[in-house]
């Protein structure tokens, strides 16, 4: 376990997966990620990569050869090697390895720098390609926060608000594939109230989401987060059925949809980068 704390906050983090597993306000006294209770989801906080959500058929084709990957892909999975280079900061790296190439043909170098300022957290990612040959991926977050995080709440009384979106256009799932059909939700005053039957059928997937900040709040007392993202063209909200936590999920990247031909060079949001280039996306929680 490495540990990240400032006067603020205090964080720990697992090499296996890169993984958040403990978000903590010394102000507030509370702690705000999910306790990956296997009850209901053993996760806390995992990276999804090379594939954001899941393949048809679990299985992708490219130059003319067939891979199979799991839902969300393998790095959370592996362990990465790690640097701190100071108390409010870590490094985690993954490259490709024997076991990799059997199922994902590209060489490269994914790195996760979490960063604690103030009373915040951050977490960048970065994707290098270290082979000669083009490099073909997605990306996406999946940190899940504690529903309820303080006592004497419970689910029904926290909602999550959006600084621009005034009504949310998902896209449903069928069998974890995005379908073509969609519904909308009207936000009153841009919130979107909690309730365990919005997830009954899987997370809601966006392709249009404005916001790039959204904030977990409660009706009974100030305590909260803002989650803030930017440069992610698709989010996922979800939760496991009647489950105490909810996931709040930036992706460059999304499932195959239900028509997909499962070519790798055609999937939705596909990331393409020429040998030696560099991609960066960043998050960040503020807790208060």
Known sequence: MITLENDYIKVDLLAKGAELQSLFSK???????????????????PVLFPIVGALKNEHFTYKGKSYALPRHGFARDHVFNVEKPSETEAIFTLTQSKETLKVYPFYFELKLKYQLIERKLSLTYEV??????????????HP???????????????????NTDE?????????????????????????????????YNDALVFKTLQSNCISLLNTKNDYGIHFHFEDF?????????D?????????????????HDQNLEHKEGIIKLNAGENWQRFWEVECF
Request: contains cysteine; hydrophobic residues 40%.
């Open 27 to 45: 102000e507030t006294n509370i702690e705000y990620l999910w306790n990956a209770d296997p009850k209901y989801w053993a996760k806390h906080s």
């Open 128 to 141: 290098i390609n270290i082979g000669t040959d083009e490099l073909l991926f997605s990306l996406g977050a």
């Open 144 to 162: 899940a926060f504690a529903v309820p995080n303080t006592a004497n709440t419970v689910y029904e009384d926290y909602y999550l608000a959006f």
């Open 167 to 199: 009504k949310l256009t998902y896209w449903k799932l069928d069998n974890g594939l995005v379908d073509d059909e969609t519904e909308s939700i009207e936000l009153g005053g841009h919130k979107l109230n909690l309730k365990h039957n919005l997830f």
């Open 233 to 241: 063209p698709f989010f996922g909200i979800w939760a496991a059925p």
């Open 243 to 259: 489950a105490p936590f909810v996931c709040l999920e930036p992706w460059c990247g999304v499932a195959d949809g239900v028509n």
